[in-house]
């Protein structure tokens, strides 16, 4: 089983749409959790941390299921400039490195 | 905003040179890391660094690879001996603590020819 697994996508959706994306981690050990997006050719940047009751930063939710080992983003209201990929990012113990999964592509259309 | 800066953007080298990174991470971080992605791949970890050390790191980082923060401000990425298969984005990031966001610089493209 892959560390930090994803579904590629790419998820094709109109402005206005709400879409979600899940993703699954291995090790249940792991505390920490993160979305990072990332557009084409440029470096990961950080979108939200994901905690454990849940969190919301507005059009953006994010949901942690430790029982499961997933985490999920949920996009509402896309926009056009919410087209990229978003990168499903767990920390693991000692805190001092980051995995990652392969990433999820949105593509939103007028 | 603070910001990872990393030099130079794109490098080209010839395999079996030897290459260094630069990354001046955020001023008041203390936990420094190097990461890369091959085109059309997933970011993978390579090395933490932390109070002069390194922390952690992975079977990528093997002996042709090596960190240095040779002052209080830069922190570096030294690859002895280029091979073909180094050519990927390599990204520095920073972070203020353990368990904390961490930060990516904007990357350096390394191509080796």
């Known amino acids: 089983r892959k560390e930090v697994e994803q579904d590629p996508g790419p998820f094709n959706v109109p402005e206005g749409a709400t879409v979600a994306f899940n993703c699954t981690y291995s090790n249940s050990a792991s505390q920490s959790f993160f979305w990072y997006r990332q557009d084409c050719r440029k470096e990961p940047k950080l979108l939200m941390s994901?905690?454990?009751s849940g969190n919301e930063d507005g059009r953006f939710t994010a949901q942690l299921n430790r029982a499961s080992q997933y985490i999920s983003l949920l996009i509402r209201d896309s926009k056009l400039s919410d087209s990229a990929t978003y990168l499903c990012?767990?920390?693991?113990?000692?805190?001092?490195?980051?995995?990652f999964g392969g990433g999820t592509r949105l593509m939103v259309k007028p | 905003e603070p910001e990872v800066t990393q030099t130079p953007s794109h490098q080209v080298t010839q395999m079996g040179q030897e290459v260094i990174l630069r990354c001046v991470p955020i001023s008041n971080h203390l936990y420094f890391y190097w990461y890369r992605q091959i085109l059309g791949q997933k970011v993978e970890f390579l090395v933490s660094f932390y109070n002069n050390e390194i922390s952690e790191k992975s079977e990528i980082f093997d002996d042709q690879f090596s960190v240095e923060r040779p002052d209080g401000s830069n922190f570096t990425l030294k690859i002895r001996s280029t091979k073909l298969e180094d050519s990927a984005m390599y990204f520095c990031?920073?972070?203020?603590?353990?368990?904390?966001?961490?930060?990516f610089g904007q990357g350096t493209r390394l191509t080796v020819v």
């Open positions: 990031a920073s972070s203020e603590a353990v368990v904390a966001e961490a930060f």
């Open positions: 990012v767990v920390l693991n113990n000692a805190g001092n490195m980051l995995t």
């Open positions: 994901v905690y454990s």
